[in-house]
T-cell receptor, first 112, second 114 residues
Framework: DQQVKQNSPSLSVQEGRISILNCDYTNSMFDYFLWYKKYPAEGPTFLISISSIKDKNEDGRFTVFLNKSAKHLSLHIVPSQPGDSAVYFCAAPRGNTDKLIFGTGTRLQVFP | KAGVTQTPRYLIKTRGQQVTLSCSPISGHRSVSWYQQTPGQGLQFLFEYFSETQRNKGNFPGRFSGRQFSNSRSEMNVSTLELGDSALYLC?????????????FGDGTRLSIL
C-alpha cells in the first residue's frame, strides 16, 4: 500500500518559472510532512517541512502547501534555477517514530 | 557541523558473503535510521535505532540486522548476500522520535553484489 504518492515521475520547467511538485497521501494520521531533494550519488537533502496544523510554510524560494481535506501537498519553487534539477521526494513519518514513508519521487529538470 | 558520515562509500561483494556498513550521525543526534534505495522500489525503511534500542523494523528478511552503540554510531549487517541486495544504503539521523525534526541523510554506501 503506497501511502505517499507522487504521480508525476518527471517535470520540466524553464529557468525563472515556477516549479510545482505534487504529493498525495492516504493516511489521515500523518501530521508532519517533509520534502527532500536528491542528486545522483548523494543522499537526500532536507528542504522544507510542514506540520498538519499549518497549511503553508515558506523558506526562501521554497513554499510547501498542505490541503488536509484533499490529503494533498505541493512544493513550489520560484524562481526555478538550473541547480534545482534533481529528484524530489515527499515523505511523512509513520506514527510517533522516525520511520519515513517516501513517495516515489519526481525528477525535476530546469532548463535555460 | 559535520553531517552524517557513512563508510565505505562503495563496496563490491559476491553472493553468499556478508557485509557491515557504518554510520556516524550528526553530533547530538540520538536516532539513526537506515533505508535501502533501489530503482524499482524507491526508498524503503530498514530499521530505526534510538538509544541503542531498535524501535522500528521494516519488511526486510532477518539477513538484515543492525545495532547502535552508546555514542549513537550505528552499523548494519547483511548476511548471505543476494544479487537483489545491490542498492544504495542510506543512513539518516535526527534528534529523536516524536520531535518532528527532520532526518538528515548521509551520502550512502553503494553496495554491488556480483
Amino acid at each position: 500500500d503506497q501511502q505517499v504518492k507522487q504521480n508525476s515521475p518527471s517535470l520540466s520547467v524553464q529557468e525563472g518559472r515556477i516549479s510545482i511538485l505534487n504529493c498525495d497521501y492516504t493516511n489521515s494520521m500523518f501530521d508532519y510532512f517533509l520534502w527532500y531533494k536528491k542528486y545522483p550519488a548523494e543522499g537526500p537533502t532536507f528542504l522544507i517541512s510542514i506540520s498538519s496544523i499549518k497549511d503553508k510554510n515558506e523558506d526562501g524560494r521554497f513554499t510547501v502547501f498542505l490541503n488536509k481535506s484533499a490529503k494533498h501537498l505541493s512544493l513550489h519553487i520560484v524562481p526555478s534555477q538550473p541547480g534545482d534539477s534533481a529528484v524530489y521526494f515527499c515523505a511523512a513519518p509513520r506514527g510517533n517514530t522516525d520511520k519515513l514513508i517516501f513517495g516515489t519521487g519526481t525528477r525535476l529538470q530546469v532548463f535555460p | 557541523k559535520a553531517g552524517v558520515t557513512q563508510t565505505p562509500r562503495y563496496l563490491i561483494k559476491t553472493r553468499g558473503q556478508q557485509v557491515t556498513l557504518s554510520c556516524s550521525p550528526i553530533s547530538g543526534h540520538r536516532s539513526v535510521s537506515w533505508y535501502q534505495q533501489t530503482p524499482g522500489q524507491g526508498l524503503q525503511f530498514l530499521f530505526e535505532y534510538f538509544s541503542e534500542t531498535q524501535r522500528n523494523k521494516g519488511n526486510f528478511p532477518g539477513r538484515f540486522s543492525g545495532r547502535q552503540f552508546s555514542n549513537s554510531r550505528s552499523e548494519m549487517n547483511v548476511s548471505t548476500l543476494e544479487l537483489g541486495d545491490s542498492a544504495l544504503y542510506l543512513c539518516a539521523s535526527s534528534l529523536g522520535a516524536d520531535s518532528n525534526q527532520p532526518q538528515h541523510f548521509g551520502d550512502g554506501t553503494r553496495l554491488s553484489i556480483l
